[in-house]
């Protein structure tokens, strides 16, 4: 069955560090996504992106984030210099469909430990 | 902005037990997720619904547009069905998610 993978399953960094997260979506999805959530908190949406651009994001993807489709399979998440709120689990997911019209399908998660 | 509650925020249940997990939500949405997140984290979609009802195995999702409720019922519980179940839905504010049902399953 098809599935999202995200790597890696577990980061830890320093406050100020660069970090990339990876995901590899479904292949014939046209729709990604990254989540995160926070130790004991809900999830929150971060960012959409859809035909090689951010169709929408929430108020917490500032400038120190970002997202890429560097080639036809991965789509990454960077944050540029991480701050200690950062620590979360962070999911990708993909869909066919927009997300009102198709089911999504979530990653496993990475868990990123900002100390 | 959106907002998504859910009830109850923990349920104990003995297996066997018919369970039900509500979600009110305060606008129109275009669709409304139901989702499981496993113990180690990792996060299923079990339905995505706009309208009516939908059935999976021993699951069943239920909404009501004008009320603005749905429900998530699980028939014949058994252990595994213990996680987190959250409800996400969709409007102008993108996804927004509720904060989880935690639902332990005895055997």
């Known amino acids: 069955e098809p599935e999202v993978t995200q790597t890696p399953s577990h980061q830890v960094t320093q406050m100020g560090q660069e970090v990339i997260l990876r995901c590899v979506p479904i292949?014939?999805?046209?729709?990604f996504y990254w989540y995160r959530q926070i130790l004991g908190q809900k999830v929150e949406f971060l960012v959409s992106f859809y035909n090689n651009e951010i169709s929408e994001k929430s108020e917490i993807f500032d400038d120190q984030f970002s997202v890429e489709r560097p080639d036809g399979s991965n789509f990454t998440l960077k944050i540029r210099s991480t701050k200690l709120e950062d620590s979360a689990m962070y999911f990708c997911a993909s869909s066919e469909l927009r997300v009102s019209s198709g089911e999504l399908f979530f990653g496993e998660g990475s868990r990123l430990t900002v100390l | 902005k959106n907002e998504v509650e859910q009830s109850p925020q923990n349920l104990t249940a003995q297996e066997g037990e018919f369970i039900t997990i509500n979600c009110s939500y305060s606008?129109?949405?275009?669709?409304l997720h139901w989702l499981q997140q496993h113990p180690g984290g990792g996060i299923v979609s079990l339905f995505m619904?706009?309208?009516g009802k939908k059935k999976h195995g021993r699951l069943i999702a239920t909404i009501n547009i004008q009320e603005k409720h749905s429900s998530l019922h699980i028939t014949a519980s058994h252990p595994r069905d213990s996680a987190v179940y959250i409800c996400?839905?969709?409007?102008?504010?993108?996804?927004?998610f509720g904060k989880g049902t935690h639902l332990i399953i005895q055997p």
């Open positions: 619904l706009s309208s």
């Open positions: 606008v129109g949405i275009s669709a």
């Open positions: 996400a839905i969709r409007g102008a504010d993108g996804l927004t």
């Open positions: 292949s014939n999805h046209l729709y």
